[in-house]
């Protein structure tokens, strides 16, 4: 069964910088797309950052352009988020997410918290 464990979240002042990551297991992680989603309070979903299978092809939102960076060590099975500059609007829970044989997993989360 396919696991997700998010971890890395926490509080930080505004400019200052998380780095979020994600053990996968229960699936072939380096045969997969990854990305991570976040949640602010009273908000949808959105996609922030996508990174292909062998990390050739990395495709971010406009708000994390040029702040965070997604990666990912196949050899660890993990996802990563280095995010820097952050602002209070990124305060959120972030998601890692992979979509394999059409569904749709999630992790449960860690929540970023961005405030002085």
């Known amino acids: 069964q396919v696991q997700l464990v998010e971890s890395g979240g926490g509080l930080v002042q505004p400019g200052g910088s998380l780095r979020l990551s994600c053990a996968a297991s229960?699936?072939?992680?380096?045969?997969?797309?990854m990305s991570w989603y976040r949640q602010a309070p009273g908000k949808e979903r959105e996609l922030v950052a996508s990174?292909?299978?062998?990390?050739?092809?990395?495709t971010y939102d406009d708000s994390a352009k040029g702040r965070f960076t997604i990666s990912r060590d196949n050899a660890k099975n993990t996802l990563y988020l280095q995010m820097n500059s952050l602002k209070p609007e990124d305060t959120a829970v972030y998601y890692c997410?992979?979509?394999?044989?059409?569904?749709?997993?999630w992790g449960k989360g860690t929540l970023v918290t961005v405030s002085s």
């Open positions: 990174i292909s299978s062998n990390s050739g092809v990395t």
């Open positions: 997410y992979v979509r394999k044989f059409g569904i749709n997993y």
């Open positions: 229960g699936f072939t992680f380096s045969s997969y797309a």
